[in-house]
């Protein structure tokens, strides 16, 4: 069974820009949380989605915003990037809701915002 | 603010030997903790939980205990094999503003020494 897979895996942007990050869950799965991964905060929860709907959250602001489609893929958007946006997302991806210890991982994007 | 804390860095120990992992707690809401692995370039991956109304939960090498009253985790892991040398994450997951979230700490950096 393929594993979680995110692209892309490196990112480049510039401060003020936009970005849009991909993941796609393991087959079967419908639940997708993104998470936020620096080296001073550790691993942040961003949201989870569930059915195409966001169903919980973190406190991040609203320049954070996400989305999941109907084959439970899901994209998570940055706007008005800031320098402090560079870190590792990661997404994970579970059967169902707020099922933490049964989520799976992906490798991460790597984001730089220069 | 730091919901969840681990204040080691970094850990070394000989292979064979015990390695025990830290994690504190503020918030009395949370009622399941997690423990992850994360090897480098990869996502975390789940080694074991504990819901709030146990101490203790074994699975193989690895044990995690839970001190309700002293906000305090930890992780044992006998013996300890080069194979376990990875940063591993203690989570904690509650409810906060009628959302599901789960909490990160910043991570602990262990190395078995063969």
């Known amino acids: 069974k393929a594993g979680v897979t995110q692209t892309p895996r490196y990112l480049i942007k510039t401060r003020g820009q936009q970005v849009t990050l991909s993941c796609s869950p393991i087959s079967g799965h419908r639940s997708v949380s993104w998470y936020q991964q620096t080296p001073g905060q550790g691993l942040q929860f961003l949201f989870e989605y569930f059915s195409e709907t966001q169903r919980n959250k973190g406190n991040f602001p609203g320049r954070f915003s996400g989305r999941q489609f109907s084959n439970s893929r899901s994209e998570m958007n940055v706007s008005t990037l800031e320098l402090g946006d560079s870190a590792l997302y990661l997404c994970?991806?579970?059967?169902?809701?707020?099922?933490?210890?049964?989520?799976?991982f992906g490798p991460g994007t790597r984001l730089t915002v220069t | 603010d730091q919901q969840v804390k681990q204040n080691s860095p970094s850990l070394s120990v000989q292979e064979g030997r015990i390695s025990i992992l830290n994690c504190d707690y503020t918030?009395?809401?949370?009622?399941?903790f997690l423990w992850y692995k994360k090897y480098p370039a990869e996502g975390p991956t789940f080694l074991i939980s504990i819901s709030s109304i146990k101490d203790k939960n074994e699975d193989g090498r690895f044990t995690v205990f839970l001190n309700k009253s002293a906000k305090h985790l930890s992780l044992h892991i006998v013996p300890s094999q080069p194979g376990d040398s990875a940063v591993y994450f203690c989570a904690a997951k509650g409810k906060s503003g009628g959302y599901q979230k789960v909490t990160f700490g910043i991570g602990t950096k262990l190395q078995v020494i063969p």
């Open positions: 918030n009395s809401m949370f009622d399941y």
């Open positions: 994970a991806s579970s059967l169902g809701l707020d099922r933490v210890h049964e989520q799976y």
